[in-house]
């Protein structure tokens, strides 16, 4: 079973650009949550899609969005780059089934995304 | 707001030790707790989740223990080995449903 996919893993962008980044989960999940890592603030939920709506959204300005196809990839964009929003940035998927009977979450190995 | 704290930042042992991890919250309601592990440039591999009805979950040389009501896990690897060398994470499921991650603690296992 394939695990989680995301693409590209590094990229490199200039202040005031935007970026999409691309998120495949494992067949059968229909869950994608999104997270950002960096240094300083470790890892902080983005925002969480399942069957293509909108579940679950972190403290994270309106540049930062994403969406999710019927085949349960997702996107996340963020618009006018910024300096701090180089990071790590992780996708994760699961069933997405109520937390009471929660499954772990698998994460992919990340894109890494470099302002300039 | 929940709070996740993970205290040491950094250990490092001699191949062979059982140690401890640590892991407190602040919000004790809480749907679950899950412990990751993370290699350098890597994404994250869970490795025991732990529901509020439980107490503890094992998994090999992990063990993982949940006190929801002091707001307290602990992860312990019996027998340690260098390929244990890793940050282990701790996150809490709460009401908000997110996941909300402590810092970590960054192991060393020397050979």
């Known amino acids: 079973k394939a695990g989680v996919t995301q693409t590209p893993r590094y990229l490199i962008k200039t202040r005031g650009q935007q970026v999409t980044l691309s998120c495949s989960p494992i067949?059968?999940?229909?869950?994608v949550s999104w997270y950002q890592q960096t240094p300083g603030q470790g890892l902080q939920f983005l925002f969480e899609?399942?069957?293509?709506?909108?579940?679950n959204k972190g403290n994270f300005p309106g540049r930062f969005s994403g969406r999710q196809f019927s085949n349960s990839r997702s996107e996340m964009n963020v618009s006018t780059l910024e300096l701090g929003d180089s990071a790590l940035y992780l996708c994760?998927?699961?069933?997405?089934?109520?937390?009471?009977?929660?499954?772990?979450?698998?994460f992919g190995d990340g894109t890494r995304l470099s302002i300039l | 707001k929940q709070e996740v704290t993970q205290i040491p930042a950094a250990l490092s042992v001699p191949e062979g030790e059982n140690l401890v991890l640590n892991c407190s919250f602040t919000?004790?309601?809480?749907?679950?707790l899950q412990w990751f592990r993370q290699d350098p440039g890597k994404g994250l591999t869970s490795l025991l989740l732990?529901?509020?009805?439980?107490r503890e979950q094992t998994s090999g040389r992990l063990n993982a223990s949940l006190d929801k009501s002091s707001g307290r896990s602990t992860l312990y690897i019996a027998a340690s080995q260098p390929g244990d060398s890793a940050t282990y994470l701790c996150?809490?499921?709460?009401?908000?449903?997110?996941?909300?991650f402590g810092s970590g603690t960054q192991l060393t296992v020397l050979p």
């Open positions: 994760a998927s699961s069933y997405g089934t109520a937390p009471e009977v929660d499954q772990p979450q698998h």
């Open positions: 067949s059968g999940h229909r869950s």
């Open positions: 996150a809490v499921r709460g009401s908000a449903r997110q996941l909300t």
């Open positions: 732990i529901q509020s009805s439980q």
């Open positions: 919000d004790s309601a809480i749907y679950n």
């Open positions: 899609y399942f069957s293509e709506t909108q579940r």
